[in-house]
């Protein structure tokens, strides 16, 4: 029998230790200071929401790393104060958002983490921001992820090179690099974060094997881009593109090629004044980057028109990636997929060309555009009156510049295997902005839970409000198990192809089935492959 003093020592070691864990398991769920493979960061902690803004993830893309693939972040001693958005990548003005803050030092990430601690394993969603691949910035106010990650999962958000700084391509670009090509580079920063994401997010109290991508516009396009990079395989499991899929109206016959893009880019290296030097890539790298800016949008009037994009290289992007979804070489991952029914109207209204066209020149225009389809195409998108020509070139725009490309997208990738879901937002908020309709990005607003931001804001009622709570439920659902449904939130059935039922996202939630069937045979004749 062991004497009383043994037993009373015992009973001491126990205390001390249970009370050594307790002490732990106190101090081990704040996730102020994170430990990255690069150094150290701390956060702030907002509504329960650990918050991180400005990491780098790339070392900046600067003098002679300019035009090159992202390079690994220099390691810091100490720790890093991650409590303010990095600069934004040069872009050109904006009347939505103020980009006072460019440099091209622009490659930062931002993460939102609900966790509380880095031993939980929470779902990741990782988000692209549109643009057209030539403006915005993940700071946004739009895109804050404060409201997403309540809902239980950590939201990573970060900038990517655009314009011609992200995706010039010029014939001696492509001699430097050791794989015969150029342009992209806005891309290959998209995969470095996904990287960065996979390395670090465990930090964070992520699942680094549970990443959802997802973007609108322009991020739209390049998460199904992603979805057929082969430098992307494994870095992640599900994807969601919002008003975006293979960008224009007639994907397939645009051949976005590199050889393409290097005619443009020695144009610019021309107007820039340095195609006549020894050195032209070095001369174009000394070149400040609003230099590089005004001399690639400085003839460009056209609202939003696309002049550097990603290119087909046999690398990044091995070939057309409506073909490559055709022929079912997309990744095989739960797809969530959708477009707003007035996606046209910001593109179109605005344009003062289109606002002075007769019914003769609409005519004309669709002859020009369509060839051999143009009769067709004036049969499904009719104007007999003047007035008829602005709301015909709104939903021509709406459905083959965007709802186009996102049923091939649904149709091809359910015919692979995998489990689509597909959605139409209809809700058009009681505002000055209802003359737009469900305009294109409306739906960013829901997402997120921010009804104002930057420069537009929406009047929200009880409605709005009901539908945003929704679309952060449904959406991070997906994210969560590859399935939005979940709760009491109203059914959302599969897409395939032979029901081809999708949810209509408006005042209420309802499914409908076939959407845009009548354009289908259209867009496959001018599609042609």
Known sequence: MPGKKSVILAVIAVLILNSIALFTSCARPALDVVALDSGKVRGTQVEGVWTYLGIPYAAPPTGGLRWREPQPVKAWDGIRDCNKYGPVCPQPKSFMYDISNANEDCLY??????????????????????GGFRDGAASLAMYEGNNLAKQGVIIVSFNYRLGPLGFLSH???????????????????????????????????????????????????????????????????????????FGDAYPAARDDTVAKAEITGSA???????????????AMRQKPADDLIKAAYSSDTAFYSVVFRPVIDGWVIPENPWSMFTAGKQKKVPLLI????????????????????????????????????????????????????????????????????????AETTAANGSKVYMYQFTRVP????????????????????????DRVAISADKTDIALSQNMMKYWTNFARAGDPNGGDLPAWPVYTTASQQYLKLGDQLTVDAGLNKEYAGLITSIAGR
Request: hydrophobic share 45%; net charge negative; glycine share 10%.
């Open 109 to 130: 990430l931002n993460v939102w983490s609900p966790a509380k601690s880095s031993d939980e394993s929470l779902p990741v969603m990782v988000w692209v921001h549109g």
């Open 171 to 245: 014939p001696l670009l492509s001699k430097e690099s050791s794989h015969g090509v150029s342009g992209n580079y806005g891309l290959l920063d998209q995969v470095a974060a996904l990287k960065w994401v996979k390395q670090n997010i465990r930090s964070f109290g992520g699942d680094p094997g549970n990443v959802t991508i997802f973007g609108e516009s322009a991020g739209g396009t390049a998460v199904c881009d992603l979805m057929v990079c082969p430098l992307a395989d494994g870095l992640f499991q599900r994807v969601i593109s919002e008003s975006g899929s």
């Open 268 to 282: 610019m290296a021309a107007r820039l004044g340095c195609d006549k030097v020894d050195d032209v890539l070095a």
């Open 338 to 409: 959708g477009t707003n029914a007035n996606e046209g109207s910001i593109f179109v209204m605005p344009d003062p060309k289109v606002q002075k066209m007769t019914v003769e020149d609409y005519q004309a225009y669709i002859n020009n555009t369509f060839g051999g389809n143009a009769a067709e195409a004036l049969r499904l998108f009719p104007a007999s009156s003047k007035e008829d020509v602005v709301p015909a070139m709104v939903k021509l725009r709406t459905v083959l510049g965007f709802a186009a490309g996102a049923m091939h997208a």
């Open 430 to 453: 009681d505002s000055p902005l209802k003359m737009v309709g469900a305009f294109h990005g409306l739906e960013i607003f829901y997402l997120f839970g921010h009804f104002k931001a």
